[in-house]
């Protein structure tokens, strides 16, 4: 078979496993399956039912891995699908299935990818490894996290990167992300004092600080971004307060808020920016009784900022793109968070490239056929290209 039949053959095996996060269904033995016959060293890693694929080609070369998650998100209700999610259907020049975006194709074209270089190219100085987690969707805690955990432990590092995630917009490979935002989250409590609202000399309101803990974080301009991010976001996801009634003063009000923050930024510096803005609100609170807010802030840092500005990978995937399809890819950092954000802190060049992102998530998921023609082959572009770059370089 062609590459394009392979690709197609070996999506529609992995999608046909009902591998809702974080369950890989039978996923990576499939990946194992192909990949011990080519000489790669495959080892399972699992923990608190995450399972884990971490292969590589022996020797001590520069390592290139391939990584990507066998979990998809959930279904949503089966009766607005056209085509059972975990039944793959080809029709009308697209692929249907649960993870045929997101990322199960993209895992195919990595693999078939991998085996068409392995089995013409007989020796390399450098080498090929797969990093593949069923905790992506997830809280991502057991996945690539402590994979990589491990893989320091032991003094393995990753040279290069891709990440199979789906990045394109309107044909596979329009877009190449070298990079991420940050990603931070806070949970603001202000307790103040419950009563009726008839008496405000007896109630602290803890709205009324809120209100103006929230205009003045709105109105902050955090940065204006760089040459490679846009500027720092704030959005507010919730805010709860009242007990149902008209007539009371609640005594807590909570909201919640996340930064995707750039490499402007450090967590603590937003932090302490953060803090400044409440401490600013309580020192200016007008209160009619002698009670005083007690205000607690709680943070959770899901990842931090990363660029691969340039280097041999970005180097390589470009001159794929444009060798294979014949038109120029564009760099971005847009989107969310990905695996990569636990890849790149230990010096690794990390780049997403991947089939379209137009219905990832959503009921009735799937590609056109045609990005697989497309990808399969910009991998296999990519391993050529940079490896004949590392090799040359060594001469």
Not at 12 to 24: C, G, M, N, R, Y
Not at 124 to 131: H, I, K, V
Not at 164 to 178: C, V, Y
């Amino acid at each position: 078979m062609d590459l394009y039949q392979q690709t197609l053959s070996l999506a529609k095996a992995l999608i046909a496993q009902p591998s809702v996060t974080p369950e890989d269904g039978n996923c990576q033995q499939q990946l194992i399956d192909i990949l011990q016959p080519l000489g790669f060293e495959c080892e399972t890693l699992e923990w608190q039912g995450v399972k884990n694929l971490w292969a590589t080609q022996p020797g001590e070369g520069a390592l290139l891995v391939f990584a990507g998650h066998t979990d998809v998100v959930p279904t949503g209700e089966l009766g607005l699908w056209k085509y059972p999610p975990f039944e793959p259907t080809e029709i009308d020049g697209k692929l249907y299935g649960r993870g045929a975006a997101d990322m199960k194709t993209d895992i195919a074209a990595m693999i078939v990818a991998a085996k068409t270089y392995v089995e013409a190219n007989s020796q390399s100085n450098a080498r090929l490894g797969f990093l593949i987690t069923s905790d992506e969707e997830g809280p991502a805690k057991f996945g690539t996290k402590a994979v990589m955990e491990v893989l320091a432990s032991r003094n393995q590092k990753i040279d290069y990167c891709v990440v199979g995630e789906p990045s394109s917009s309107l044909w596979a490979g329009d877009t190449i992300k070298n990079g991420r935002r940050g990603s931070m989250t806070a949970v603001v409590q202000i307790i103040g004092k419950q009563g009726h609202v008839a008496y405000p000399e007896q109630v602290l309101n803890p709205n009324h600080l809120l209100g103006a803990v929230i205009e003045k974080l709105v109105a902050e301009r955090w940065d204006a971004g760089n040459d490679f991010f846009p500027p720092t976001s704030f959005q507010i996801t919730d805010i709860s307060s009242g007990v149902g009634a008209g007539n009371v003063v609640p005594e807590n009000a909570t909201f919640q808020f996340n930064f995707r923050f750039n490499t402007e930024q450090t967590v603590e510096g937003i932090q302490q920016r953060v803090q400044q803005i409440l401490d600013t609100c309580l020192a200016n609170a007008e209160v009619e009784s002698a009670d005083k807010y007690d205000v607690d802030i709680q943070w959770t840092v899901s990842g931090l900022p990363f660029l691969t500005g340039s280097g041999d990978l970005v180097d390589a995937a470009k001159l794929a793109v444009q060798q294979v399809t014949g038109k120029a890819t564009t760099l971005s950092t847009s989107g969310g968070t990905s695996d990569g954000r636990f890849i790149a802190p230990t010096g690794t060049e990390v780049i997403e490239i991947g089939v379209c992102n137009h219905s990832i998530h959503q009921i009735n998921e799937n590609i056109q056929l045609e990005d697989i023609r497309n990808i399969t082959p910009i991998y296999l572009a990519i391993i050529e290209k940079l490896f004949h770059k590392l090799s040359s370089t060594e001469q």
